[in-house]
T-cell receptor
């Protein structure tokens, strides 16, 4: 089955800096890669996703890139703000139905 | 509209007891997923429902875990003879359809503590 590895496990940045979180996946048939943000004590919420037919997707300050050949994808957050502080999870799936395999999560802390 | 809801929000139980966790998906969502989130870990897939059927139960950790869904809506996850390693947050998610690229909406979770 699919295996998703996520790095780093923790990331600390200053407000205004950029943050990058990387994930690798094992199943070359996976074709859907969402990113979820989970604030402390809250439920995970989808922030951006990418399908395997595109290499990059951007939504305001966040962007995701996908390299199918290398089987890795990354989340980029620019101009970070304290409210970006949360746990971010990548996931891979789409081989059959909506089953997602999640990475271990990255705790992002943005210092004012 | 109302999002995914779960109950109870917290459950403390003694080792060996059975527990039932409930999930109310968004109305009209045909696909429903259960995940488990242990402290500091990612989300671990448990089981998936399309309507009332569970085509994939591969993530259930043991035969002490079972789940059902009735009326294409409410789902119950049952853990029998709970063990301490069952302590985790159990999250439910629903999506409009089982297609992989349909957004999954998560509930707030049930925090289970087995003492």
């Amino acid at each position: 089955g699919e295996n998703v590895e996520q790095h780093p496990s923790t990331l600390s940045v200053q407000e205004g800096d950029s943050a990058v979180i990387k994930c690798t996946y094992s199943d070359s048939a996976s074709n859907y890669f969402p990113w979820y943000k989970q604030e402390l004590g809250k439920r995970p919420q989808l922030i951006i996703d990418i399908r395997s037919n595109v290499g990059e997707k951007k939504d305001q300050r966040i962007a995701v890139t996908l390299n199918k050949t290398a089987k890795h994808f990354s989340l980029h957050i620019t101009e970070t703000q304290p409210e970006d502080s949360a746990v971010y999870f990548c996931a891979g799936g789409g081989t059959s139905y909506g089953k997602l395999t999640f990475g271990q999560g990255t705790i992002l802390t943005v210092h004012p | 509209g109302a999002g995914v809801s779960q109950s109870p929000s917290n459950k403390v139980t003694e080792k060996g007891k059975d527990v039932e966790l409930r999930c109310d998906p968004i109305s009209g969502h045909t696909a429903l997923y259960w995940y488990r989130q242990s402290l500091g870990q990612g989300l671990e897939f448990l089981i998936y429902f399309q309507g009332n059927s569970a085509p994939d139960k591969s993530g259930l950790p043991s035969d002490r875990f079972s789940a059902e869904r009735t009326g294409g809506s409410v789902s119950t996850l049952t853990i029998q003879r709970t063990q301490q390693e069952d302590s985790a947050v159990y999250l439910c998610a629903s999506s409009l359809d089982s297609r992989a690229d349909y957004e999954q909406y998560f509930g707030p979770g049930t925090r289970l503590t087995v003492t």
